[in-house]
Nanobody, 124 residues
Framework: QVQLVESGGGLVQDGGSLSVSCVASGRTISDWGMGWFRQASGKEREFVATVSWNDDSTYANSVKGRFTISRDNAKNTVYLQMNSLKPEDTAVYYC??????????????????WGQGTQVTVSS
């Protein structure tokens, strides 16, 4: 069993920056694809970014050029650095791991383990 715990969310002003982290326990995640998703109030969960075992990354068009996903296998941790934040980025941010595949995916059904989420609020 793998547990994922996100942290680092909070309140930031329009145009500001924030970094969220996801620490895994129970097993190493270095061989697995990792992803970040978000869910705004009243909306469906949507893909944000993913990173594969070899550090290849993919981003949603809405965050490309502003967000950066990275992983530190020594710390069993995945990060999401968010710059130039906009009010529409306000959401609960979730990290997830495939739990098997080395490759990340933009599809939530590809992920077996999920964290509990961390709230990011961008004020205008």
């Amino acid at each position: 069993q793998v547990q994922l715990v996100e942290s680092g969310g909070g309140l930031v002003q329009d145009g500001g920056s924030l970094s969220v982290s996801c620490v895994a326990s129970g097993r190493t995640i270095s061989d697995w694809g990792m992803g970040w998703f978000r869910q705004a109030s009243g909306k469906e969960r949507e893909f944000v970014a993913t990173v594969s075992w070899n550090d290849d990354s993919t981003y949603a068009n809405s965050v490309k050029g502003r967000f950066t996903i990275s992983r530190d296998n020594a710390k069993n941790t995945v990060y999401l650095q968010m710059n130039s934040l906009k009010p529409e980025d306000t959401a609960v941010y979730y990290c997830a791991t495939t739990g098997s595949s080395r490759f990340g995916s933009r599809w939530s059904t590809s992920y077996r383990y999920w964290g509990q989420g961390t709230q990011v609020t961008v004020s205008s």
